[in-house]
């Protein structure tokens, strides 16, 4: 079985190095943690006074997986998700913060539960995640894999700089798709004719 530690080291690897492309709105990043994350955290590694991109090129994998731990697992309460659920929402909490927890709250909300869609983990949604993963808790791991695929989706269809993150240059699936994938089951993967086909009116 896998632990926090594992999985951070994966997201890390996953991650890559020192990155700044200007259609990403995180900005200086490596490792995943962007110069956003560094200036809130107030990690001043330069010891000058300031968080700048030199900070950010200073992280080591180290220190990368230290936070994602402590700020992006254990600050948001993740370890009290149900544990077949804590990899993906992990995972996607380093990618897009609060909204790993809304995707989860609007999924509950369509399996019958009435969550405020706040991206807190508290005990209400906590108990709604428990109930729902009942007795087949891989099922609704899969349930929330596919809806982080959609969430990716539809935000490529609105914000047609993200497009490259869901879709290759050659038209198949893009880092995003194939993140959500790595968690959901492969017979919920879809084929690359699906995939085409729901970018398909992409330009």
Do not use: C
């Not at 995943?32 to 900070?55: C, S």
């Not at 709250?105 to 428990?130: E, F, S």
């Amino acid at each position: 079985m896998q632990t926090v530690t594992d999985i951070a080291r994966e997201i890390v690897a996953r991650e890559g190095g020192f990155v700044n492309d200007p259609d990403d709105p995180g900005g200086a990043t490596k490792f995943g943690v962007t110069i956003g994350t560094m200036r809130r955290l107030g990690l001043d590694l330069t010891g000058d006074g300031r968080v700048t991109e030199a900070d950010v090129r200073r992280l080591t994998r180290a220190k990368a997986e230290d936070i994602f731990i402590q700020h992006y697992f254990r600050g948001p309460g993740l370890a009290e998700l149900p544990e077949a659920l804590q990899a993906s929402v992990f995972d996607m909490y380093v990618n897009a913060g609060a909204n790993a927890v809304k995707i989860l709250q609007h999924l509950l909300n369509d399996m019958g539960n009435d969550l405020t869609v706040d991206g807190v983990l508290g005990p209400i949604t906590l108990a709604a995640a428990h109930r729902a993963a009942g007795n087949a808790p891989h099922l609704l791991a899969d349930a929330y894999g596919i809806a982080r695929r959609n969430y990716y989706y539809r935000l490529a269809d609105t914000r047609p700089s993200s497009r490259k993150y869901a879709r290759r240059k050659d038209g198949g699936k893009g880092g995003w798709i194939t993140r959500a994938e790595a968690f959901i089951s492969p017979r919920f993967h879809l084929s690359e004719a699906e995939h085409r086909a729901r970018t398909a009116t992409w330009a």
